[in-house]
């Protein structure tokens, strides 16, 4: 998923632009903004958007801390 992460190892934060580039485990999950398309929204984009949630929560689970 594109967008905006920041995640923090130690004491050092770390950017992505790509969901799966994030590693498998992090200490923290410090901003999560994935890339919206731009209004209107077909069907299809709308059912994208609706799993944004669901990834957040998947990172979240990936936390140390």
């Not at 999560?32 to 990172?59: G, I, R, V």
């Amino acid at each position: 998923m594109i967008g905006e992460y920041i995640i923090k190892i130690g004491d050092k934060l770390f950017e992505y632009t790509n969901t799966n580039d994030i590693p498998e485990k992090f200490d923290n999950l410090i901003k999560f903004m994935p890339t919206s398309p731009e209004p209107p929204h077909t069907e299809e984009e709308h059912k994208k958007m609706a799993t944004y949630n669901d990834k957040l929560k998947e990172l979240m689970k990936r936390e140390k801390n």
